[in-house]
């Protein structure tokens, strides 16, 4: 039974049973001038002076009596376990006493003890009448609440509770409506109801999500969610708002609400719902997180259970769920679903016949599933798979027979296409995929797939080296359907093809293409990436500049962008410029993944600007940074080879050459540099070893084969 209207009487019961109690102190009032501190200030309403003094004084003087002053101050002042815990203690309880316990209980929510109490307190307090009809409406005994109404005294207060229970069996009624689907009755009912705040907002939402009016009922629940001051109503209200934001779609909204719910509350289908949300949206490793610990004694629970371990790729997980659901809920509305899917699992294993037998049953048992065509085209691949080609084109044309979509009614017709090709009707795949295209090439709702399969063709042609015709069947597919999502793929292909041919500028042509479709905003840096790069191995500059620049302003391609800018002016000689772009690389991106590449290429710059000793220094902040690697030790003994100092050239190689560890090719070009470094010193005995451990630990035959020649020249 709702709290709402009730808390205000409970507030003026407070005041007349502070008077009460006054009137009935176990002391007479004549002996009022001899109080004891504690009772001076509990007769002043000054609860909480009352019980420090009532404890101090017990410690002197331990008295029974004392408990009495203690638990009618812990009463009024909200603290029930201590209250109910010192009027316990009086083993003497009068009928004042039970009273009050009977009015803590009733607070705490203890009923069977506040009716124990109450109904043996004296029968003309018409006081107890409040609480014992209270509990009644608490309980949803309206019958009995009524019954104690005669005892109430007449006045505002009587006439309020009169108000609530006829208002209280609205709301019952309006439940009622709600259970058996009237959910417009029930509306018109919350409709006529003043009080219950909270209690009928959320009623009717409950009943407005029934109608589907999903934004109405969210309306109402915004508009008291600030306002509850109830934790039982809040959650309520938080529940529903997260129920009926997924209902229509809000999702993100939805997990709030869920998450808000489930960091008060335990419940199942407030998981439940979270778990259907992330599954929906593909997440399957956090559905799995929510319906783990939901009980597989509940169909939906133990159904998408099974579902997220399929799709989590845990087939093994998936298949025990979903047998054990086909076993537990023969009835369920997801049997077909289930069964499917097990078809699938056993699919993709390779194990076709059992697939088959499962997709068989589906076929059997539930002919009109929405499953059915899908199905039926899953026994057709399965014989495909088995190479039974004659089977399989008696399954596809059997599609036909349960109202298929037109993807999968096309679908089916390309795998007949296909399997007419292996039983030999045509000369290639090439040609049977073609009259697919031909047949269907005029259809507006094939262009999609017409599309895809024409791309098909021009893959085809590439694997066979026949790139010109697979050039010209792209070409083809994009004039005939420039619209189709597929050309975006289809020009990916033609930009491969045009790298493996060497066809730059129809290359170029076709990144640019790319660059500028609308629908295909997602390769934009891809396509600029790529023509800088050409621009920069054709040396033309300006126009590589210009493709990086535009990057400059692409967030997640800038690092690149800012590198590639800094390697072009060290190329034409820029070094400030150069150097300033990789500063600005560094600045801005302190954890980038191409911080490695920018010192080194910083420690160049200086390099080939003659600035020897701040390239060797940049590299040693590099090694500081991300430790010693031995291509900074390779590039420190470029440098002072550069300069002739040669002894620290040597050194700094031999440490490249001790780095490298398991790169045994690294470390024999390192020890070759080394031994190149030694014969400029003059030291053709450390060349010499240096050379014949290049040679013992080289696995390349080119870097073995320079490393012996060096070798050789040493002993001719």
Same mark, same amino acid.
């Given at each position: 039974?709702?709290?709402?209207?009730?808390?205000?009487?409970?507030?003026?019961?407070?005041?007349?049973?502070?008077?009460?109690?006054?009137?009935?102190?176990?002391?007479?009032?004549?002996?009022?001038?001899?109080?004891?501190?504690?009772?001076?200030?509990? +007769?002043?309403?000054?609860?909480?002076?009352?019980?420090?003094?009532?404890?101090?004084?017990?410690?002197?003087?331990?008295?029974?009596?004392?408990?009495?002053?203690?638990?009618?101050?812990?009463?009024?002042?909200?603290?029930?376990?201590?209250?109910?815990?010192?009027?316990?203690?009086?083993?003497?309880?009068?009928?004042?006493?039970?009273?009050?316990?009977?009015?803590?209980?009733?607070?705490?929510?203890?009923?069977?003890?506040?009716?124990?109490?109450?109904?043996?307190?004296?029968?003309?307090?018409?006081?107890?009448?409040?609480?014992?009809?209270?509990?009644?409406?608490?309980?949803?005994?309206?019958?009995?609440?009524?019954?104690?109404?005669?005892? =109430?005294?007449?006045? /505002?207060?009587?006439?309020?509770?009169?108000?609530?229970?006829?208002? +209280?069996?609205?709301?019952?009624?309006?439940?009622?409506?709600?259970?058996?689907?009237?959910?417009?009755?029930?509306?018109?009912?919350?409709?006529?109801?003043?009080?219950?705040?909270?209690?009928?907002? =959320?009623?009717?939402?409950?009943?407005?999500?029934?109608?589907?009016?999903?934004?109405?009922?969210?309306?109402?629940?915004?508009?008291?969610?600030?306002?509850?001051?109830?934790?039982?109503? *809040?959650?309520?209200?938080?529940?529903?708002?997260?129920?009926?934001?997924?209902?229509?779609?809000?999702?993100?909204?939805?997990?709030?609400?869920?998450?808000?719910?489930?960091?008060?509350?335990?419940?199942?289908?407030?998981?439940? =719902?979270?778990?259907?949300?992330?599954?929906?949206?593909?997440?399957?490793?956090?559905?799995?997180?929510?319906?783990?610990?939901?009980?597989?004694?509940?169909?939906?629970?133990?159904?998408?259970?099974?579902?997220?371990?399929?799709?989590?790729?845990?087939?093994?997980?998936?298949?025990?769920?979903?047998?054990?659901?086909?076993?537990?809920?023969?009835?369920?509305?997801?049997?077909?679903?289930?069964?499917?899917?097990?078809?699938?699992?056993?699919?993709?294993?390779?194990?076709?016949?059992?697939?088959?037998?499962?997709?068989?049953?589906?076929?059997?048992?539930?002919?009109?599933?929405?499953?059915?065509?899908?199905?039926?085209?899953?026994?057709?691949?399965?014989?495909?798979?088995?190479?039974?080609?004659?089977?399989?084109?008696?399954?596809?044309?059997?599609?036909?027979?349960?109202?298929?979509?037109?993807?999968?009614?096309?679908?089916?017709? *390309?795998?007949?296409?296909?399997?007419?090709?292996?039983?030999?009707?045509?000369?290639?795949?090439?040609?049977?995929?073609?009259?697919?295209?031909?047949?269907?090439?005029?259809?507006?709702?094939?262009?999609?797939?017409?599309?895809?399969?024409?791309?098909?063709?021009?893959?085809?042609?590439?694997?066979?080296?026949?790139?010109?015709?697979?050039?010209?069947?792209? /070409?083809?597919?994009?004039?005939?359907?420039?619209?189709?999502?597929?050309?975006?793929?289809?020009?990916?292909?033609?930009?491969?093809?045009?790298?493996?041919?060497?066809?730059?500028?129809?290359?170029?042509?076709?990144?640019?293409?790319?660059?500028?479709?609308?629908?295909?905003?997602?390769?934009?840096?891809?396509?600029?990436?790529?023509?800088?790069?050409?621009?920069?191995?054709?040396?033309?500059?300006?126009?590589?500049?210009?493709?990086?620049?535009?990057?400059?302003?692409?967030?997640?391609?800038? !690092?690149?962008?800012? $590198?590639? =800018?800094?390697?072009?002016?060290?190329?034409?000689?820029?070094?400030?410029?150069?150097?300033?772009?990789?500063?600005?690389?560094?600045?801005?991106?302190? /954890?980038?993944?191409?911080?490695?590449?920018?010192?080194? $290429?910083?420690?160049?710059?200086?390099?080939?600007?003659?600035?020897?000793?701040?390239?060797?220094?940049?590299?040693?902040?590099?090694?500081?940074?991300?430790?010693?690697?031995?291509?900074?030790?390779?590039?420190?003994?470029?440098?002072?080879?550069?300069?002739?100092?040669?002894?620290?050239?040597?050194?700094?190689?031999?440490?490249?050459?001790?780095?490298?560890?398991?790169?045994?090719?690294?470390?024999?070009?390192?020890?070759?540099?080394?031994?190149?470094?030694?014969?400029?010193?003059?030291?053709?005995?450390?060349?010499?070893?240096?050379?014949?451990?290049?040679?013992?630990?080289?696995?390349?035959?080119?870097?073995? !084969?320079?490393?012996?020649?060096?070798?050789?020249?040493?002993?001719?």
């Amino acid at each position: 039974m709702p709290d709402i209207k009730f808390n205000l009487l409970f507030a003026s019961l407070i005041t007349e049973l502070s008077r009460f109690m006054c009137q009935r102190s176990p002391l007479s009032s004549i002996f009022f001038i001899f109080l004891l501190p504690y009772e001076e200030y509990f +007769y002043a309403d000054n609860f909480e002076k009352s019980l420090r003094y009532a404890e101090l004084t017990f410690q002197l003087y331990p008295d029974e009596e004392i408990f009495y002053y203690q638990g009618i101050s812990e009463l009024l002042l909200g603290r029930l376990e201590e209250s109910i815990r010192h009027l316990e203690k009086l083993k003497k309880k009068n009928k004042e006493i039970k009273f009050y316990l009977g009015v803590a209980y009733y607070q705490k929510g203890d009923y069977d003890r506040a009716i124990k109490y109450l109904k043996e307190t004296d029968n003309f307090l018409f006081e107890k009448y409040y609480y014992l009809l209270l509990i009644e409406l608490k309980m949803g005994n309206l019958k009995k609440a009524r019954d104690y109404l005669p005892f =109430i005294k007449n006045g /505002d207060m009587k006439r309020e509770i009169e108000v609530c229970i006829n208002e +209280y069996e609205m709301l019952d009624s309006a439940r009622k409506e709600i259970l058996s689907g009237q959910f417009q009755s029930a509306v018109k009912l919350y409709k006529m109801i003043n009080n219950f705040f909270g209690y009928k907002e =959320i009623g009717m939402a409950i009943a407005y999500a029934g109608l589907k009016e999903y934004k109405t009922a969210l309306d109402l629940l915004d508009s008291i969610l600030p306002n509850l001051s109830s934790n039982e109503l *809040l959650f309520a209200a938080i529940y529903n708002a997260g129920k009926l934001n997924y209902l229509s779609g809000n999702y993100n909204l939805a997990k709030i609400h869920l998450r808000n719910y489930l960091s008060g509350r335990e419940n199942n289908s407030a998981k439940f =719902i979270l778990g259907k949300i992330f599954s929906e949206e593909g997440n399957f490793d956090s559905a799995a997180l929510y319906f783990k610990d939901l009980p597989d004694t509940v169909d939906d629970y133990l159904f998408y259970k099974g579902r997220t371990d399929y799709y989590r790729g845990i087939w093994g997980g998936a298949e025990e769920k979903l047998l054990r659901h086909r076993e537990f809920f023969p009835n369920s509305i997801y049997a077909d679903r289930a069964i499917y899917i097990l078809g699938i699992i056993n699919f993709k294993r390779g194990e076709y016949q059992e697939a088959i037998d499962y997709w068989q049953d589906l076929i059997n048992l539930y002919p009109e599933s929405k499953y059915a065509g899908i199905t039926t085209k899953g026994i057709a691949d399965c014989y495909y798979s088995l190479k039974k080609y004659n089977k399989a084109i008696e399954f596809y044309k059997m599609v036909k027979n349960f109202n298929p979509s037109d993807e999968l009614k096309l679908e089916t017709q *390309l795998k007949i296409f296909e399997t007419r090709y292996h039983l030999h009707r045509y000369t290639s795949l090439i040609d049977a995929l073609q009259e697919f295209v031909e047949i269907y090439s005029d259809s507006l709702f094939a262009s999609e797939f017409v599309a895809a399969t024409e791309l098909r063709i021009a893959k085809i042609h590439s694997e066979n080296q026949q790139y010109y015709s697979a050039l010209a069947k792209i /070409d083809d597919l994009i004039k005939n359907y420039p619209n189709a999502s597929i050309v975006k793929d289809a020009l990916l292909e033609k930009i491969k093809i045009c790298q493996k041919i060497g066809e730059r500028n129809k290359e170029k042509e076709t990144l640019s293409f790319l660059m500028e479709k609308k629908d295909a905003l997602e390769y934009y840096p891809y396509a600029v990436k790529e023509l800088g790069r050409i621009y920069t191995e054709e040396m033309k500059y300006d126009s590589a500049l210009y493709y990086y620049n535009l990057l400059l302003k692409k967030e997640k391609n800038r !690092e690149i962008a800012l $590198l590639e =800018i800094a390697k072009i002016y060290n190329t034409l000689g820029q070094y400030e410029a150069a150097e300033l772009m990789v500063n600005q690389l560094i600045a801005e991106f302190p /954890d980038s993944k191409f911080i490695f590449d920018a010192y080194i $290429l910083k420690s160049e710059i200086n390099r080939k600007a003659g600035n020897y000793k701040r390239a060797v220094e940049i590299l040693k902040e590099l090694s500081e940074k991300v430790g010693q690697k031995p291509e900074i030790f390779l590039k420190i003994g470029d440098i002072y080879y550069e300069t002739k100092d040669y002894l620290m050239a040597r050194e700094n190689y031999l440490r490249a050459s001790e780095f490298y560890k398991e790169n045994r090719d690294g470390a024999a070009i390192a020890l070759l540099l080394s031994g190149n470094v030694s014969i400029a010193l003059g030291d053709k005995k450390y060349a010499r070893d240096c050379y014949l451990k290049a040679v013992l630990l080289a696995v390349s035959p080119n870097i073995k !084969e320079e490393a012996t020649k060096k070798l050789t020249s040493l002993n001719e």
